[in-house]
């Protein structure tokens, strides 16, 4: 049996794990911000229970939305065989293999040096033809993963409200763990892709404060 960050890692990509850990601690951020801003008395409580009751939520949508998805994109990748497969003759075959996959070379290989890579491509898509696109036990177990990292990364945030009597220092606490937390994560960020950690890590920070004060002052 494996851990949860073995399970997490096993089903989710880098750059997935990070993004749904912002958009977490930016959610939890906005909420405590809006409840400040609003003038409203509100309980330790109250709040523990908005921000997890709403990244809980969010998290089964966010889980939902990435089974969707990947079924999607599979369905995408199907059609684009069946539409290379359905060509009238080679040519046509090899051009549409080009419009595919030409992008994502850019500028990096010659047209010549991408013929025979167009031809390996129609040869494995001659091989290995569209199967029915289903939701699949990797869809299932990333969506389950995406649940459980919005729900983790967020305990940090709540436990002031649960560890500190007054509600003011324990919305301070909450909002400097979660800034915090978005430092470590832009760090972690900026390791991973070879840029400056520190400025990743600070960047990273900066982008959440903004998008919190902009869903504040939109009403969210």
């Known amino acids: 049996m494996i851990g949860p960050?073995?399970?997490i890692h096993r089903h989710l990509r880098?750059?997935?794990r990070l993004?749904?850990?912002?958009?977490?601690l930016v959610m939890a951020l906005g909420i405590t911000g809006a409840a400040r801003l609003g003038g409203e008395e509100v309980t330790n409580r109250e709040l523990f229970v908005a921000v997890l009751g709403c990244n809980i939520a969010w998290g089964i949508v966010d889980g939902v939305m990435f089974v969707l998805v990947g079924l999607f994109e599979r369905g995408r990748q199907a059609r684009m065989v069946r539409g290379i497969l359905a060509a009238k003759d080679e040519d046509a075959a090899l051009r549409a293999v080009a419009e595919e996959f030409d992008d994502p070379f850019g500028e990096?290989?010659?047209a010549e040096e991408r013929a025979p890579i167009h031809r390996l491509i129609l040869d494995l898509a001659r091989r290995s033809p569209?199967?029915?696109?289903?939701?699949t036990r990797g869809d299932f177990f990333g969506g389950i993963a995406v649940a459980g990292l919005i729900f983790v990364s967020t305990v940090p945030v709540v436990l002031p409200f649960v560890l500190v009597q007054t509600t003011e220092?324990?919305?301070?606490?909450?909002?400097?763990?979660?800034v915090s937390m978005l430092f470590l994560l832009g760090h972690r960020w900026g390791k991973f892709t070879g840029?400056?950690?520190v400025k990743t890590g600070l960047g990273i920070a900066l982008v959440g404060i903004v998008l919190v004060l902009v869903t504040i002052g939109l009403g969210g």
């Open 5 to 7: 960050k073995k399970f």
């Open 14 to 16: 880098p750059a997935d």
């Open 19 to 24: 993004g749904e850990i912002m958009f977490g």
């Open 108 to 110: 990096l290989a010659t």
């Open 130 to 135: 569209p199967r029915a696109v289903s939701v």
């Open 169 to 178: 220092i324990a919305t301070r606490l909450s909002n400097l763990t979660a």
């Open 195 to 197: 840029s400056s950690p």
